[in-house]
């Protein structure tokens, strides 16, 4: 039986196997960059779902007859077909796919660990929660943040919805922003939900002025949030664990409900996120945590290495493993990342080693400047190319997203399929973001921080005393800032702008009514109709048609999560997705483009070839650590993350001179350059001198065009980072794309019945249909999306 089961893990080693076939109690594995930690995570949830304790029981086989053993004995002798028979009497201690929750940091990520379990487990893999901690976050509060006061159908504030909140704060409290910017506020408070100390804690442990400042900004910005029916990023995990700790019986079912955790990239937890899993698995203990204290990158955003260095004590008993055999990189590339690396003094030093060869060695660009250096990285792509590889192979990662700029350029001159990740996303685009305003407010009525951004937007003379008054009203009455404009012509002070907040009142029922009877899609193109953007953008000229275009990207995408979700699709299911795509969720494998990413995003990934660029004092390790011992040996774990990326090659640059932030610097070369030794680098000086100042010149118009061919990249790679895949045909077919309508056609639409279509307009890749129904009367709608036939 043993036999049998190992031999469907036969390609792990012995130490992986180990972890893999320990099933119960607490399991710690710590090990280096490439060692198999993912994999044997996903492994080990196979072998849960598929044999349980089967491995390593006497119990099982008590039902099996002669027959079976003797097919067993053949199987093993032959190598024989697994019988569904002998397939399920190895899996009488099987886990229930639904008993297992395994925690990852990107939803790029979670979806990798879902192909992956489909892969080895078939249909079974669907029950298994795989999912980030925000998203297990929300799943739970969906359900429970009754309990907490807020309401079920809660939004989730992003950033820029924070940033809104946080000034109205500052109004309120006269908070002067040049004593506390209200971006450390945010951040300061996000750490302390990281923390998990509440406002009211906050308060009490204040002693400076300062950190006064921060609690009361704090207070004002949670009771805010909380009568807006919001949370934001930070709350999603605070708000659940304080869920837990208040109301045992609601942890008790969720404990029931998973049985079994496993959490990758340990070592990046915050205090909260901790206690989140370790309140989950307090009944069962049945607890995995994969991870690498060298790769712990994210202590800025309040992940503590502790949690993975007091592992042991926290979960007495437990179990650790120790990978030690890198499968992913050369010697020369886990060289280098190992001479870097044992610079730091805090870590639980480990050794890696790798049979797969010594490799090419690790190359070293000399360049002028930022210019030279993309000019260099391009010429490398070409020749790996010309040898045979593949765009997709090759990942360009830098510290900061601001020096993805030049290489963007010069790739798109060169013709250079790329992709960013991260970086300005097409969820973060001003008109997008309107839009999705109005479908927050749909959603939502109570969501006064949106209502408040599209109110007047497209223009409608509703202007900021007016709506200072209403949300003074509202505040007096307690009330939402929905419920005063409804009521306006009750209010003198709205006086003036009666007929405006009255259109605005009619626009938004329109809307309302509108979610109820249209297909989602549909929907989101009524909203730009009715709400006047459309209109708006269009008198735009150029300008406002690259936005109009966008907004047919947001179609497009509420249209391919409505294919994907089928019944299951909502407006709230939607927002919620827009609200949890973080940035490494743009990157579409599927695509044959180069990737451009931090060295951040980057972590769990592998490429074959791998540039880390800007090798300078000042940029990688950055400006600040150079003050801070903890701050550079994050840096440096920074720093062994990016080289450990590599599989076959990996190529490193530095620049004489830099333009960054509009500042032309001329930095000293990286330590890691010396800590990695240039004995062991095959160096190579720029040839040309000064390139840069030539090509600059030579065109704004080309630059222009490169700008609109990168904006069209990364319109494509936010899209596509929304689900991931592309809308079924079969779904897109029952819609109108495709079909060239013309005015005097008679169609059927899936909602509105039978109509003739008055006028056909193309634009922006689409083509916007008048029809007039025979009920329904006159509609616009988009022919690609609308869910339109011929009669
Ligand atoms: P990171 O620290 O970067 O997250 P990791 O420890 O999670 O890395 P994986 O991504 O699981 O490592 O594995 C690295 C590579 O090694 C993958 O390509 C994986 O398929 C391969 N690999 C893992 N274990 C084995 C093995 N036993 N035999 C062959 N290849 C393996
Ligand atoms: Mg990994």
């Not at 990364?714 to 079924?728: D, E, K, Q, Y």
């Amino acid at each position: 039986r043993k036999q049998v089961i190992e031999a469907s893990f036969g390609r792990l080693n012995p130490v992986q196997r180990d972890a893999v076939f320990t099933v119960n109690g607490p399991l710690l594995i710590l090990a280096g960059a490439g060692s198999g930690k993912t994999t044997v995570l996903v492994n080990r949830i196979a072998n849960l779902v598929r044999y349980g304790t089967a491995h390593d029981s006497d119990k099982i086989f008590g039902t099996a007859g002669e027959e079976d053993v003797a097919a067993l004995e053949a199987l093993l002798k032959d190598g024989g077909k697994l019988t569904a028979r002998l397939a399920s009497l190895l899996s009488v201690n099987a886990v229930r796919p639904w008993h297992v929750l395994a925690i990852t940091f990107t939803n790029k990520a979670a979806g990798e660990l879902k192909t992956r379990l489909e892969a080895m487990l078939g249909s079974d893999a669907q029950d298994i929660a795989a999912s980030t901690f925000h998203s297990a976050c929300v799943r739970i509060l969906r359900r429970e943040a009754e309990h907490l006061g807020y309401p079920k159908s809660f939004t989730i504030y992003d950033s820029d919805d924070s940033l809104r909140a946080m000034k109205e704060v500052y109004k309120q409290y006269n908070i002067d922003d040049k004593f506390l910017p209200v971006k450390s506020a945010l951040s300061a408070i996000g750490r302390l939900k990281d923390q998990m100390v509440s406002p009211a804690a906050a308060a009490a442990q204040a002693s400076e002025y300062r950190t006064k400042l921060v609690a009361t900004a704090y207070e004002g910005y949670a009771k805010r949030l909380f009568s807006a029916g919001a949370l934001d990023f930070d709350d999603l995990i605070y708000q659940t664990v304080l869920l837990f700790q208040e109301h045992p019986d609601v942890l008790e079912y969720y404990r029931d409900r998973w049985q079994y955790i496993l959490v990758d990239e340990y070592q990046d937890t915050s205090v909260a996120q901790f206690l989140l899993v370790s309140l989950l698995a307090g009944g069962h203990n049945n607890i995995c945590v994969v991870g690498d204290d060298d790769q712990s990158i994210y202590r800025f955003r309040g992940a503590t290495i502790e949690n993975i260095l007091s592992f042991e004590q926290h979960f007495p008993g437990a179990k650790v493993v120790r990978l030690e055999q890198n499968y992913r990189s050369t010697t020369s590339i886990l060289d280098a990342a190992n001479r870097v690396i044992k610079n730091n003094v805090g870590r639980k030093g480990k050794t890696l080693w790798t049979d797969n060869g010594e490799g090419d060695r690790v190359c070293l660009y000399r360049a002028d400047n930022e210019q030279d250096e993309a000019a260099h990285i391009a010429s490398v792509i070409g020749q790996n190319l010309k040898n045979g590889a593949h765009l997709r192979d090759h990942a360009v990662l830098y510290r900061m997203n601001a020096q993805s700029g030049p290489i963007e350029t010069y790739f798109a001159r060169a013709g250079i399929p790329y992709k960013i990740v991260g970086g300005h996303r097409f969820f973060d685009r001003k008109e997008v973001k309107d839009i999705i305003s109005y479908l927050s407010v749909i959603a939502n009525p109570r969501d006064d921080l949106r209502l408040r951004r599209i109110i007047n937007e497209p223009a409608r003379k509703i202007g900021a005393a007016t709506l200072d008054a209403a949300a003074g009203i509202a505040a007096g009455l307690g009330c939402g800032l929905m419920e005063v404009i409804a009521e306006a012509q009750n209010y003198p002070a709205l006086g003036r702008a009666l007929v405006p907040l009255k259109n605005f009142c009619a626009i938004c029922d329109d809307l309302t009514a509108a979610a109820q009877e249209q297909p989602l899609d549909e929907l989101v193109s009524t909203v730009i109709d009715r709400s006047g953007y459309r209109q708006m953008l269009e008198a735009q000229g150029e300008e406002g048609r690259t936005r109009l275009e966008n907004l047919g990207e947001l179609v497009s995408s509420v249209k391919t999560y409505a294919d994907e979700k089928g019944d299951e699709a909502s407006l709230e299911g939607y927002l919620e997705e827009v609200a949890l795509i973080s940035d490494i969720d743009g990157y579409d494998e599927e695509a044959d483009t180069v990737v451009m990413m931090t060295m951040h995003a980057a972590k769990g990934l592998e490429f074959d070839y791998v540039f880390l660029v800007g090798l300078e004092e000042g940029v990688f390790p950055g400006e600040m650590s150079r003050y801070s011992d903890e701050d550079l040996e994050e840096e440096r774990r920074l720093c062994y993350v990016g080289i450990t990326r590599a599989k076959k090659e990996l190529y490193l640059s530095c620049a004489r001179t830099r333009m960054i932030f509009g500042q032309t610097k001329r930095n000293p070369e990286s330590r890691f350059l010396t800590e990695i030794g240039e004995g062991e680098l095959q160096v190579e000086e720029s040839p040309v001198a000064a390139m840069a100042t030539t090509r600059i010149s030579a065109g704004a118009a080309r630059q222009r065009e490169t700008t609109r061919q990168a904006e069209s990249f990364r319109s494509f790679t936010a899209r596509s980072g929304l689900t991931g895949t592309a809308p079924r045909p079969t779904a897109a077919a029952k819609r109108g794309a495709g079909i060239a309508f013309k005015p005097g056609d008679l169609v059927e639409h899936k909602v509105f019945g039978r109509g003739t279509v008055l006028k056909v307009t193309p634009i922006a890749g689409d083509t916007i249909v008048e029809i007039r129904f025979d009920t329904a009367g006159v509609k616009k709608t988009m022919a690609n999306y609308a869910p339109l036939t011929l009669a």
